[in-house]
C-alpha cells in the first residue's frame, strides 16, 4: 500500500534518523514548528512498513494525550483516508493499524507503564514526565524511542539523563521549518519578541528557557474539586477567549477548574454558556471591571457578577500564598500556568507579568484576589513551596 503525506523537513529528519538507527529521536523546538505533527506522521509511515508491532503514545494526563498527540495522529488518518472505525476501540484507547497495534496511555495508568512492551515509544511533552516515568517506560522498548518539547525547563531530566547518550540525535525546530503554517499564525508567534525575551527563546527560536521567569512554581495537577467555599472569576473576551474558572478554596489550597475558554461570544452568548455549564446564581462571579456594562447584564440575567480587584501584583502575590491545583481537564489552564512568566528587558526582569495567553490566569487571579481581599484573608508565602525565583518576595 502506497500513502502520500504531506510533510515538512522535520518528518524527512526523523525518517532519515529512524534510517540510521538511533535509539532515541529527541525533537526539541518552538511551538508550529510540526514536531509533534511529524513524529504522528513517522509513527504511521513506520506501522505501513511493518507488522506485529506495539507503538505506545503518551504524555503526561490523558485529556492532554486526546487533544494534541492522539488528535494529530487520527486527523492524518483521515485526510489520507485510511482510518477505520472499526479498529478504533475508544474504551481502551487503541487502534489497529497495517497489523500492528497503537496504544494510548497516560502515565495516570502505572500498570500499563509496567505491564507490557513494545517496540515504539513516543513521549509527547517529554518534560512533563518524570525521570522514573522515563525509566518504567524505557526498559520496557525494544527498538525505537521519540521525544517531543518545548524547551521551558532547563533543568529537566531530558539534558542529564539522554543528553549525554552516544544513542541519540537532537532534531530542532522552530516554526520556520513548517512552510503550511498560516500568516496569522507565524504574525503571533513573531510578536512574542516584542512581549517577553525568555517566551521568544523558548517558543520562537526552540531554545532552552530560563527558569527563574516562570511565575507559578507552586503549582500541581488534581483528578476533580474538592468541596469547600466556591467562588468564579470571569475574563471577558471577544476575539480574545472568554474564560471562566471555578475557584474552590480550602485547607490553605486553591483548587482550579477551567469551564469556558471560547472565543467570539457576544454578552448574551457568555450568558447562555453561564446557564449551560449551571454556574449557581447564588456564587460570587469575579469579572473583568474594566467592562461594567458587561457585569450589569450579567447581574440583570440573575447571576451574582461583581467587579474584581485587577491589582495584576498583588493579585500574583495572593495566588502565590497558597499551594495551588489545577483539574487535570483544564487544558488551556495548565498551558498557561506553564508559560506564565515576568516579563525580560536587555536581560534583566521586570517586576510585571507577559500579558499574552493570560485569560483563564486573568479570571482565577479576579477570584481569588477580590474573594480574600475582601475578607481580609492575609497572604503569607510558605517556605515549603520554594522554587527558582521565590526569593524575590
Known amino acids: 500500500m502506497e500513502v502520500k503525506l504531506k510533510g515538512t523537513s522535520i518528518l524527512e529528519r526523523n525518517l532519515e534518523a529512524i534510517k540510521k538507527g538511533y535509539r532515541v529521536i529527541v525533537n526539541e523546538g518552538g511551538t508550529g514548528s510540526s514536531k509533534t505533527y511529524s513524529i504522528a506522521q513517522a509513527f504511521i509511515l513506520l506501522m505501513m512498513q511493518d ?15 486526546k487533544a494534541t498527540a492522539m488528535r494529530n495522529f487520527f486527523d492524518i488518518l483521515k485526510e489520507a483516508k485510511l482510518y477505520n472505525p472499526e479498529k478504533h476501540n475508544k474504551t481502551d484507547n ?22 507490557r512492551r513494545r517496540q515504539y515509544l513516543w513521549l509527547n511533552e517529554a518534560i512533563e514526565f518524570s525521570l522514573e516515568d522515563w525509566r518504567q517506560l524505557s526498559m520496557r522498548t525494544d527498538k525505537t524511542i ?7 525547563n532547563p533543568y529537566s531530566w531530558v539534558y542529564d539523563e539522554i543528553f549525554p547518550r552516544s ?18 499564525i507565524i504574525r503571533e508567534i513573531e510578536h512574542y519578541k516584542e512581549i517577553d525575551e525568555n517566551y521568544w527563546r523558548i517558543y520562537g527560536l526552540g531554545l532552552k528557557g530560563i527558569i527563574d521567569t516562570l511565575i507559578f512554581n507552586n503549582w500541581e495537577l488534581c483528578d476533580e474539586l474538592p468541596e469547600g467555599e466556591e467562588i468564579y472569576g470571569q475574563d471577558f473576551g471577544y476575539n480574545n477567549p472568554s474564560a471562566l474558572v471555578k475557584v474552590v478554596i480550602k485547607d490553605n489550597g486553591f483548587y482550579l477548574k477551567e469551564l469556558l475558554y471560547k472565543r467570539y461570544l457576544t454578552n448574551q452568548d457568555l450568558i447562555k454558556e453561564l446557564k449551560r455549564i449551571g454556574v449557581p446564581t447564588r456564587k460570587e462571579i469575579y469579572c473583568d471591571s474594566a467592562e461594567p456594562q458587561r457585569i450589569k447584564e450579567i447581574k440583570d440575567a440573575g447571576f451574582w457578577a461583581l467587579p474584581s480587584n485587577k491589582d495584576v501584583k498583588k493579585g500574583i502575590d495572593t495566588m502565590k500564598s497558597r499551594k495551588i491545583y489545577i483539574t487535570k481537564s483544564s487544558l488551556n489552564l495548565v498551558e498557561e500556568v506553564k508559560r506564565y512568566s515576568w516579563k525580560e528587558k536587555e536581560g534583566r526582569m521586570l517586576d510585571e507579568p507577559v500579558t499574552l495567553n493570560d485569560h483563564l490566569i486573568s479570571a482565577s487571579r479576579y477570584a481569588i484576589h477580590t474573594y480574600l481581599k475582601e475578607k481580609g484573608a492575609p497572604y503569607i508565602m510558605p517556605k515549603t513551596f520554594g522554587g527558582a525565583g521565590w526569593d524575590r518576595y
Not at 507488522?51 to 494525550?65: D, E, N, Q, S
Not at 487503541?94 to 505491564?115: A, C, K, M
Open 51 to 65: 507488522k506485529g508491532k506495539v507503538f505506545t503514545i503518551t504524555r503526561k494526563t490523558m485529556p492532554a494525550l
Open 94 to 115: 487503541t487502534y489497529q493499524f497495517h497489523g500492528n497495534l497503537v496504544e494510548f496511555i497516560s502515565v495516570e495508568d502505572p500498570l500499563r507503564i509496567r505491564s
Open 146 to 152: 521519540f521525544l517531543d518539547y518545548n524547551p521551558s
Open 167 to 184: 544513542d541519540k540525535i537532537i532534531i530542532p525546530s522552530t516554526y520556520k521549518d513548517n512552510p503550511f503554517l498560516l500568516p496569522d
